[in-house]
Every structure is written in structure tokens, then in C-alpha cells.
């Protein structure tokens, strides 16, 4: 049967179509595929060009955070598109602010917005109040779902059913009666968990044991300092479950009042005992010895700093000694510090000694080798960018006839020359070849363009690194902190002492597009290797600057046992030797002194 083509002015408006599920159900039963059709017939009917279908499968209206919407919205704004249309108000949003604020945006934008099957039209008094009566009823249909559900979840809670979320560590849900049983292979490392801490009364410690011991999370991953204080500090163990901790202000997740809990003792199996849940918590809320007190710092570094063994972050950490008043800082690997040895082995340096050598790196750089690279970099920027600008006009007179391919397409469908899975089936791959030419235009669009090329003026650029260079030791720690995280992109520390850095020197200038990296490689403190235990801990010591007394109060000995141990006259216990190495990050050698303990050391 054929169709009777219709007659389409010149200037056909370009349509984007919003497609919107909430649940994954939904999309398979073809809601989407519904949806599509629907307004696709509804814009042949208008004469509308499909520009775009923006599809959000699975995903709430309950705020923008969708990305076909933001897409949407990116296109409308740059003019891509005419019209949007939506089957119903509740597909693009169930909040009337938000609704309100898009209308506002499409009409700065000189699009407009139209529903399929709620007829009004925004230009006038009487369209925005349809508009705000339909958007009113939309957020008040999704607060009446919020509140349904919250409150379901609720009652389940009451009955000590799970409420919902991840399921805590050492337990499982049973799918038919809801509740939460213990699982046994995990409920022994939680037993462990409580266990080591009650042994050192160290969050820390009992990390690093864990790890050590092969005992590892649900999917297989070291456990965190934060994770096991979670687990120590969950009232799930002892058999109590806690729900409603937390609830929605406005757009916001707060903490709520004690009081406001709910509260089911005996919802599930204990774990732990009561008593020794007690003693974990009383040793939490205030039986720890407290930290010394030191002056916040400025580290110059941080987030720039990588562990030369496992890849990771190296924060800064400073400890002060309260009896002369000294501080010590340096930088040490992360994970070494959180997870434990098992994790890694641990890099530490001083930070003093890290922060002075990049810094000697950038105030001694060498402005007329700058200026050197400058040059050479305008004059093979130049030579590059000639095939590049005609390689670009080329993609773009090709993007712009894809228009007209579509518009040759909808007339085959309409005058029933192909059938609409051809249609269907067609259309997408221009929809693909159009990507895949957007992509390459956006990839061109990456290097400098002729403008930034004019502008740059490798003189006038050297002589602000110049007097950057000379103002550089007089800017505040935050000023020099800033710069140099605009001018550092990597530093990563080796176990032997080796710092290599990747330097991008101008982009602490402007951003000029210019990829004029500068890579050093050099030894903090190049020395050799301690071949005694007790060269190790006086290695360790002078590396943080520390004196003897300050490094025997942090392994928690006598300054006499350790100078024993520095002097090789004697070695420490198997159980001091744990001790010192998780305070340390050392592996300490085995071939020191005669072997001998002295009772200081034993005790």
C-alpha cells in the first residue's frame, strides 16, 4: 500500500526526541522502542526533521543527572536543534524547578518544547500554567513513590527483615525470609578482625596483620584502615540492626538524630560477643593514646608523588616531639601506611630534602633553552597544522551533507520505496558514519589552532618564565604549592633513591595547547647499601633527621636498647623485629651484631 507523500517546507525544524525509562523492566518490555515510534510518527506528521534520539534507559527523573539529557541540552544550546520533544512532562522531569529552569533555558535558546500527548504550548500565560499544573503533579507523584517506599523499607526494618543495600561483611541474605544469616568463611575474618585489634588496640596494626595473613574482602582486594573500622564500630555483629542513620534533605543526604533510628536487637545472628564488642568500642571512643600535636603544613607535593614499588600515592605525614620541639616530615607510599607490607614493600623520603630538588629544578631551568624549544616547536607546529586545516574542511563538508543524505532517506520511506526496517536500518548507519566523522573533527580540534599559533611568542613567553623564576622562593606556600602543581605532572621515587619528573614548564604560565614537556631523572641521597641491622636503623633515622631519643619513642623502646641494636652489640626480639618494621616500613637484614638479645630489648 502506498503512502501519500507529504509536503514539507525547506526550512523543516530539526527535532530532538527524549526517550526516558525508569526501571530496567521497562526497557524490556520495549517501553523505549514504544516511546521511539510514537514520536517518530508524530514529527513526520509535523514535518520534522530527527536530528537526534536521546535515550535514557533505566535512569530516574528525579534529578538532571542523566547523560542523553545533557547531551540534549549541550545540542540545544549549540544550536543544533529547533524542537524537543517528549511523549509526556514526567519523561523529562518529575521536579517542577528543574522543569521550570529547562523551559527557561529553551526559550533563551530559541527552542521549543512540545509533549506528544499533553497538547500546550509554553509562548503563552495559559500554556505555562498547564505546564506548571502537569509539572506539579509529576513531583508529587515521585515524593508520593520516595515516601512509599521509605516507608516500606521501614516496616521491613521493624520486623529485622534487611532494609536493603550492601550487605555487611560476614553475613548473606536468604532470599525467602529476608533476613541476614552468617556466612561462615567471612564471619571468621570479622572474629579475626575484633581479635587483632583486641591484641594491639591498633586499627592500623590490625590492618597490616590481616593483609598479611591472606585474609582479603568480599571481592578479593586488601582491606583499607577505613573498611575494618567500619566493621569494628557495626552494631550488625553483636546481632543489632540500625536503619534510618541517615535521610534526604531536599537534594541532600544528612545525618539524623539518634533518636529518629531505628533500632532491632536480635535481627540477625551475632558474630561477636557483647563483651568484646564493649571493649573494641571503649577502646575506640577515647582509650588510645592521642596523637601529638603539630602545626598544619603546606606540602608543596601532594598528589604529585608516586610510590616507586606499587604505583600508588605518597602522602606527606609530619611528627612532632614534644620533648625538643622538633618536626619531621616526609613523604611515604599510601598503601604501605594503610594496607600494610603485603600490600608493598613502602618508599619513604624526606620531604624537605624531595620539595628543595623540584623546586632547584624549576628556578634553574635555563630561559634561553626555552627559548630554543619554543622556536622549534612554532616552526614544526606550522609545518603540521597546513594538512591538518585542510583535512578539517574536507570533515566538515562532509558532516554538513548528512543532513541532506537523511532528508533523501525520510523521502524514500514516505513514498514507500523502503520499508521502515530499512528505514530503521539505514538511518543508523549514517548515525554511525556521522559519529565516527564528529569524532575525527573533535580529535583535529585537539591540536593548536592557527590563532594559538599566531599568539604565541616564544620571547615574550621566556621572559615571564623568567621573572616566574625569580619571584618563585618569595610566593606564600600556597602560591608556590598551586604553581607547582600546574607545572609538575608526576613524581615517582624509587626505592633506591631515584626521583623521576615529568615536567610541563609553561602551563604554569598560560594554557597555550604547547606540549613542551621537560623529563629529569636524579638521586635524593645517593649512599650505599646498609649491610647490618643496625645500618639500617640509623639509616632510617638520619634519612627523617629525627634524633635518637624521637626514634625510640616511635618504635615504643628505651633509647638504650636502641643504641644497642644501631651499634650491633645486640638484635632485637621476633616480636620487636614485627614491631619495628611495621613502624618503619623496613625488612630488616639478619646479619647484624652477635646475635645476642639484651633484656631491655626482650621485655
Not at 616566574?468 to 613524581?491: C, N
Not at 641494636?565 to 632485637?572: A, K, Q, S
Request: with cysteine.
Amino acid at each position: 500500500m502506498s503512502r501519500t507523500r507529504k509536503t514539507k517546507p525547506q526550512d523543516a525544524k530539526r527535532c530532538g526526541i527524549y526517550l526516558r525509562v525508569s526501571t530496567d523492566m521497562q526497557v524490556e518490555r520495549n517501553s523505549l522502542t514504544t516511546q521511539e515510534s510514537q514520536l517518530a510518527s508524530y514529527a513526520e506528521l509535523h514535518g520534522w526533521t530527527i536530528a537526534k534520539v536521546f535515550t535514557d534507559a533505566g535512569l530516574s527523573a528525579k534529578n538532571t543527572k542523566r547523560p542523553a539529557y545533557q547531551q540534549m541540552l549541550k545540542w540545544a544550546a549549540e544550536g543544533k536543534l529547533d524542537v524537543i520533544l517528549v511523549s509526556k512532562v514526567d519523561r523529562i522531569s518529575r521536579n517542577l524547578m528543574d522543569l521550570l529552569n529547562l523551559i527557561d533555558d529553551l526559550k533563551s535558546w530559541g527552542v521549543d518544547f512540545v509533549s506528544a500527548s499533553q497538547s500546550f504550548d509554553t509562548s503563552t500565560p495559559m500554556g505555562m500554567l498547564i505546564l506548571n499544573i502537569l509539572g506539579s503533579f509529576a513531583q508529587f507523584e515521585r515524593e508520593m513513590i520516595g515516601q512509599r517506599t521509605r516507608e516500606n523499607m521501614r516496616e521491613r526494618a521493624k520486623s529485622g527483615k534487611w532494609a536493603g543495600g550492601v550487605v555487611p561483611f560476614g553475613y548473606r541474605r536468604n532470599g525467602e525470609t529476608k533476613f541476614l544469616e552468617i556466612e561462615p568463611a567471612e564471619a571468621e575474618t570479622v572474629r579475626a578482625i575484633f581479635a587483632e585489634f583486641l591484641r594491639h588496640r591498633s586499627v592500623r596494626r590490625t590492618v597490616h596483620t590481616i593483609n598479611a595473613e591472606g585474609r582479603f574482602t568480599r571481592d578479593g582486594r586488601p582491606w583499607a584502615y577505613t573498611s575494618i573500622r567500619r566493621i569494628l564500630t557495626s552494631p550488625t555483629y553483636v546481632g543489632t540492626m540500625c536503619y534510618a542513620k541517615r535521610t534526604m534533605q531536599g537534594s541532600r543526604i544528612v545525618p539524623q538524630d539518634k533518636d529518629d533510628w531505628i533500632v532491632v536487637e536480635g535481627a540477625c545472628e551475632a558474630t561477636i560477643e557483647q563483651k568484646d564488642f564493649d571493649e573494641v568500642q571503649a577502646e575506640l571512643n577515647g582509650g588510645g593514646r592521642r596523637r601529638a600535636w603539630c602545626e598544619k603544613s603546606v606540602y608543596l607535593l601532594t598528589g604529585l608523588v608516586r610510590c616507586g614499588r606499587c604505583g600508588g600515592r605518597m602522602g606527606g605525614t609530619t611528627q612532632h616531639d614534644k620533648d625538643n620541639g622538633a618536626v619531621y616530615s616526609y613523604y611515604r607510599c599510601t598503601a604501605r601506611a594503610l594496607k600494610g607490607r603485603t600490600v608493598c614493600e613502602g618508599v619513604s623520603c624526606r620531604r624537605q630534602e624531595l620539595e628543595d630538588a623540584i623546586v632547584q629544578h624549576i628556578t634553574g631551568f635555563d630561559s634561553e633553552t626555552l627559548r630554543r624549544e619554543l622556536k622549534d616547536y612554532k616552526k614544526r607546529a606550522a609545518a603540521e597544522l597546513a594538512p591538518r586545516a585542510q583535512r578539517r574542511e574536507e570533515l566538515e563538508a562532509s558532516y554538513a551533507r548528512f543532513q541532506e543524505r537523511d532528508r533523501r532517506l525520510l523521502d524514500l520511506y514516505e513514498e514507500a520505496i523502503i520499508d521502515i526496517a530499512t528505514f530503521r536500518e539505514r538511518r543508523a548507519q549514517l548515525e554511525q558514519q556521522r559519529l565516527a566523522l564528529a569524532q575525527e573533527l573533535a580529535e583535529l580540534g585537539t591540536g593548536t589552532s592557527d590563532t594559538a599559533l599566531d599568539d604565541l611568542d616564544p620571547d615574550a613567553l621566556t621572559d615571564q618564565f623568567t621573572e616566574l623564576q625569580a619571584t618563585f622562593p618569595s610566593l606564600s606556600p600556597q602560591d608556590q604549592r598551586r604553581l607547582i602543581q600546574a607545572m609538575v605532572r608526576e613524581i615517582v621515587v624509587q626505592p633506591d633513591g631515584t626521583v623521576q619528573v615529568d615536567f610541563n614548564l609553561l602551563a604554569g604560565l598560560q594554557d597555550q595547547g604547547i606540549p613542551l614537556d621537560e623529563y629529569r631523572e636524579f638521586e635524593l641521597h645517593p649512599k650505599a647499601e646498609p649491610k647490618t641491622l643496625g645500618e639500617q636503623l640509623r639509616a632510617y633515622r638520619d634519612d627523617l633527621g629525627m634524633t635518637q631519643k624521637a626514634h625510640a619513642e616511635l618504635l615504643g623502646v628505651d633509647v638504650y636498647s636502641l643504641c644497642l641494636w644501631e651499634r650491633d652489640m645486640r638484635t632485637p626480639s621476633a616480636r620487636l623485629r614485627r614491631v619495628i618494621e611495621d613502624a618503619t616500613g623496613l625488612k630488616l637484614l639478619t646479619n647484624g651484631g652477635n646475635g645476642r638479645k639484651s633484656k631491655a630489648a626482650s621485655s
